[in-house]
Protein backbone atom coordinates (compact mmCIF):
# COMPACT_ATOMS: atom_id res chain seq x y z
CA UNK A 1 0.00 0.00 0.00
CA UNK A 2 1.22 3.64 0.10
CA UNK A 3 3.59 5.16 1.74
CA UNK A 4 1.92 8.25 2.43
CA UNK A 5 0.15 9.05 5.26
CA UNK A 6 -2.64 11.29 6.67
CA UNK A 7 -3.75 11.88 9.84
CA UNK A 8 -6.42 12.04 10.98
CA UNK A 9 -8.77 10.49 8.74
CA UNK A 10 -12.14 12.17 9.94
CA UNK A 11 -12.04 15.08 12.15
CA UNK A 12 -15.65 17.39 13.20
CA UNK A 13 -14.19 20.20 14.76
CA UNK A 14 -16.25 23.66 16.16
CA UNK A 15 -16.30 26.47 14.22
CA UNK A 16 -12.80 28.86 14.96
CA UNK A 17 -10.60 26.29 16.28
CA UNK A 18 -7.27 25.98 14.84
CA UNK A 19 -6.22 22.41 13.42
CA UNK A 20 -2.91 20.62 11.14
CA UNK A 21 -3.48 18.25 9.25
CA UNK A 22 -0.73 15.83 9.15
CA UNK A 23 0.75 14.08 6.21
CA UNK A 24 4.52 11.99 5.93
CA UNK A 25 5.63 10.08 3.13
CA UNK A 26 8.46 7.37 3.40
CA UNK A 27 9.68 7.77 -0.26
CA UNK A 28 12.10 10.48 0.01
CA UNK A 29 9.79 12.65 -2.87
CA UNK A 30 10.94 16.50 -2.88
CA UNK A 31 7.81 16.70 -4.36
CA UNK A 32 4.51 17.53 -2.60
CA UNK A 33 0.98 18.74 -2.78
CA UNK A 34 -2.15 19.41 -0.76
CA UNK A 35 -5.60 18.80 -3.22
CA UNK A 36 -9.15 20.42 -1.55
CA UNK A 37 -11.96 17.69 -3.13
CA UNK A 38 -15.37 19.07 -3.78
CA UNK A 39 -17.86 17.13 -2.24
CA UNK A 40 -18.88 16.92 -6.23
CA UNK A 41 -15.52 15.31 -6.69
CA UNK A 42 -13.44 17.79 -8.29
CA UNK A 43 -9.69 17.97 -7.36
CA UNK A 44 -8.15 21.59 -6.43
CA UNK A 45 -4.39 22.02 -5.81
CA UNK A 46 -3.89 24.63 -3.14
CA UNK A 47 -0.72 23.86 -1.79
CA UNK A 48 2.81 22.40 -3.11
CA UNK A 49 6.62 22.02 -2.42
CA UNK A 50 9.37 21.15 -3.88
CA UNK A 51 11.35 21.15 -1.80
CA UNK A 52 12.61 21.86 2.12
CA UNK A 53 11.79 25.40 2.84
CA UNK A 54 9.80 25.54 -0.26
CA UNK A 55 6.57 26.35 -0.50
CA UNK A 56 3.91 27.96 -2.90
CA UNK A 57 0.41 28.22 -3.28
CA UNK A 58 -2.12 26.33 -5.86
CA UNK A 59 -4.68 27.07 -8.57
CA UNK A 60 -7.46 27.55 -5.73
CA UNK A 61 -7.26 30.35 -3.09
CA UNK A 62 -7.19 28.92 0.37
CA UNK A 63 -6.95 30.53 4.47
CA UNK A 64 -4.72 27.50 5.19
CA UNK A 65 -1.02 27.34 5.58
CA UNK A 66 1.76 24.96 5.18
CA UNK A 67 5.41 24.40 6.09
CA UNK A 68 7.91 22.29 4.66
CA UNK A 69 10.75 21.40 7.45
CA UNK A 70 11.58 18.35 6.76
CA UNK A 71 11.64 16.81 3.27
CA UNK A 72 9.05 13.58 4.50
CA UNK A 73 6.30 16.05 6.14
CA UNK A 74 4.40 18.36 4.95
CA UNK A 75 1.73 19.91 7.22
CA UNK A 76 -1.28 22.09 6.77
CA UNK A 77 -2.64 23.88 9.20
CA UNK A 78 -6.04 26.30 9.07
CA UNK A 79 -5.97 29.27 11.97
CA UNK A 80 -9.34 29.38 12.49
CA UNK A 81 -11.85 26.42 10.59
CA UNK A 82 -15.49 27.40 9.22
CA UNK A 83 -18.02 25.32 7.63
CA UNK A 84 -16.75 26.44 4.34
CA UNK A 85 -13.52 24.37 5.23
CA UNK A 86 -15.51 21.06 5.01
CA UNK A 87 -14.01 19.17 2.62
CA UNK A 88 -11.57 16.26 1.78
CA UNK A 89 -7.57 16.93 2.03
CA UNK A 90 -5.79 15.04 0.02
CA UNK A 91 -2.05 14.85 0.11
CA UNK A 92 0.22 13.49 -2.43
CA UNK A 93 3.81 13.19 -3.85
CA UNK A 94 6.37 12.40 -6.57
CA UNK A 95 9.84 11.93 -7.52
CA UNK A 96 11.59 13.77 -10.19
CA UNK A 97 10.13 13.33 -13.92
CA UNK A 98 12.08 11.00 -15.18
CA UNK A 99 9.70 9.54 -17.63
CA UNK A 100 9.36 6.79 -14.94
CA UNK A 101 7.36 6.42 -11.78
CA UNK A 102 3.55 6.91 -10.78
CA UNK A 103 3.06 10.73 -11.13
CA UNK A 104 1.84 10.92 -7.90
CA UNK A 105 1.32 8.95 -5.14
CA UNK A 106 -1.60 9.82 -2.64
CA UNK A 107 -2.43 9.86 0.90
CA UNK A 108 -5.90 8.29 1.97
CA UNK A 109 -7.34 11.63 2.56
CA UNK A 110 -8.64 13.65 5.56
CA UNK A 111 -12.35 14.25 5.65
CA UNK A 112 -13.21 17.24 7.66
CA UNK A 113 -16.50 18.95 8.88
CA UNK A 114 -16.67 21.82 10.58
CA UNK A 115 -19.85 22.24 12.36
CA UNK B 1 -4.23 26.89 -21.24
CA UNK B 2 -3.45 23.82 -20.53
CA UNK B 3 -6.17 21.52 -19.25
CA UNK B 4 -8.13 18.03 -19.14
CA UNK B 5 -11.80 17.34 -19.97
CA UNK B 6 -13.50 14.62 -18.95
CA UNK B 7 -16.81 15.14 -20.51
CA UNK B 8 -19.09 12.42 -18.20
CA UNK B 9 -20.23 12.89 -15.14
CA UNK B 10 -21.36 9.78 -14.56
CA UNK B 11 -21.03 6.31 -17.09
CA UNK B 12 -23.73 3.33 -16.00
CA UNK B 13 -22.82 0.11 -17.62
CA UNK B 14 -23.93 -3.28 -16.72
CA UNK B 15 -21.47 -6.06 -15.39
CA UNK B 16 -19.60 -8.05 -18.19
CA UNK B 17 -20.40 -4.78 -21.23
CA UNK B 18 -17.35 -3.16 -22.30
CA UNK B 19 -16.36 0.41 -20.30
CA UNK B 20 -15.42 3.81 -21.74
CA UNK B 21 -14.54 6.35 -19.60
CA UNK B 22 -13.52 9.65 -22.20
CA UNK B 23 -10.58 12.02 -21.18
CA UNK B 24 -9.33 14.79 -23.50
CA UNK B 25 -6.84 17.15 -22.91
CA UNK B 26 -5.13 20.31 -24.28
CA UNK B 27 -1.49 20.64 -23.40
CA UNK B 28 1.47 22.06 -25.11
CA UNK B 29 4.21 19.55 -26.41
CA UNK B 30 4.80 16.43 -25.92
CA UNK B 31 1.74 15.02 -23.28
CA UNK B 32 2.44 12.76 -20.57
CA UNK B 33 -0.85 11.27 -19.37
CA UNK B 34 -2.03 9.18 -16.28
CA UNK B 35 -5.50 7.63 -15.03
CA UNK B 36 -6.26 7.04 -11.59
CA UNK B 37 -8.75 5.85 -9.76
CA UNK B 38 -10.68 6.32 -6.49
CA UNK B 39 -12.48 4.59 -4.28
CA UNK B 40 -14.72 5.23 -1.32
CA UNK B 41 -13.24 7.59 1.41
CA UNK B 42 -9.71 6.95 -0.03
CA UNK B 43 -6.71 8.24 -2.31
CA UNK B 44 -6.51 8.33 -5.48
CA UNK B 45 -4.78 4.84 -7.06
CA UNK B 46 -2.52 5.40 -9.80
CA UNK B 47 -4.26 2.85 -12.70
CA UNK B 48 -2.02 3.62 -16.26
CA UNK B 49 0.53 6.13 -17.89
CA UNK B 50 0.85 7.04 -21.15
CA UNK B 51 4.50 8.48 -22.09
CA UNK B 52 5.92 7.59 -25.17
CA UNK B 53 5.68 4.52 -27.51
CA UNK B 54 2.45 2.06 -28.34
CA UNK B 55 -0.52 3.97 -28.37
CA UNK B 56 -2.22 1.45 -26.39
CA UNK B 57 -1.55 1.42 -22.40
CA UNK B 58 -2.55 -1.32 -20.16
CA UNK B 59 -2.71 -0.98 -16.83
CA UNK B 60 -3.72 -2.10 -13.50
CA UNK B 61 -7.05 -4.32 -13.28
CA UNK B 62 -7.38 -5.32 -16.56
CA UNK B 63 -7.61 -1.54 -17.44
CA UNK B 64 -5.87 0.00 -20.81
CA UNK B 65 -6.38 3.45 -22.75
CA UNK B 66 -5.44 4.42 -26.08
CA UNK B 67 -3.50 7.66 -26.46
CA UNK B 68 -5.07 9.21 -29.86
CA UNK B 69 -2.88 12.19 -30.99
CA UNK B 70 -4.69 13.85 -33.61
CA UNK B 71 -8.10 13.87 -31.18
CA UNK B 72 -6.20 14.82 -28.56
CA UNK B 73 -7.91 11.78 -26.38
CA UNK B 74 -6.77 9.23 -23.64
CA UNK B 75 -9.77 7.24 -23.23
CA UNK B 76 -9.90 4.41 -20.62
CA UNK B 77 -11.53 1.10 -21.54
CA UNK B 78 -12.17 -2.66 -20.10
CA UNK B 79 -13.49 -5.19 -21.93
CA UNK B 80 -15.79 -6.47 -19.57
CA UNK B 81 -16.37 -4.34 -16.53
CA UNK B 82 -17.39 -5.35 -12.95
CA UNK B 83 -19.17 -4.26 -9.96
CA UNK B 84 -15.99 -4.01 -8.48
CA UNK B 85 -15.09 -1.27 -10.96
CA UNK B 86 -17.55 1.06 -9.58
CA UNK B 87 -15.34 4.20 -8.66
CA UNK B 88 -14.51 7.29 -9.84
CA UNK B 89 -12.04 7.93 -12.02
CA UNK B 90 -9.59 10.90 -13.02
CA UNK B 91 -7.58 11.81 -15.88
CA UNK B 92 -4.74 13.92 -15.67
CA UNK B 93 -1.95 15.28 -17.70
CA UNK B 94 1.29 16.53 -16.52
CA UNK B 95 2.06 20.14 -17.17
CA UNK B 96 5.88 21.67 -15.37
CA UNK B 97 5.74 19.91 -11.93
CA UNK B 98 2.24 19.55 -11.45
CA UNK B 99 -0.50 16.76 -12.58
CA UNK B 100 -3.31 18.59 -14.19
CA UNK B 101 -6.88 16.91 -13.26
CA UNK B 102 -10.16 16.39 -15.32
CA UNK B 103 -13.44 16.75 -13.07
CA UNK B 104 -13.57 13.49 -12.60
CA UNK B 105 -16.04 10.26 -14.01
CA UNK B 106 -18.12 8.14 -11.80
CA UNK B 107 -18.56 4.62 -13.19
CA UNK B 108 -21.13 2.68 -11.60
CA UNK B 109 -21.73 -0.88 -13.02
CA UNK B 110 -24.48 -3.11 -12.20
CA UNK B 111 -25.10 -6.54 -11.60
Known amino acids: EADIYQTPRYLVIGTGKKITLECSQT?????MYWYQQDPGMELHLIHYSYGVNSTEKGDLSSESTVSRIRTEHFPLTLESARPSHTSQYLC??????????????FGSGTRLTVV | AQSVAQPEDQVNVAEGNPLTVKCTYS??????LFWYVQYPNRGLQFLLKYITGDNLVKGSYGFEAEFNKSQTSFHLKKPSALVSDSALYFC?????????FGTGTRLQVFP
Open chain 2, 27 to 32: VSGNPY
Open chain 2, 92 to 100: AVRWTDKLI
Open chain 1, 27 to 31: MGHDK
Open chain 1, 92 to 105: ASSELWTGEGYGYT
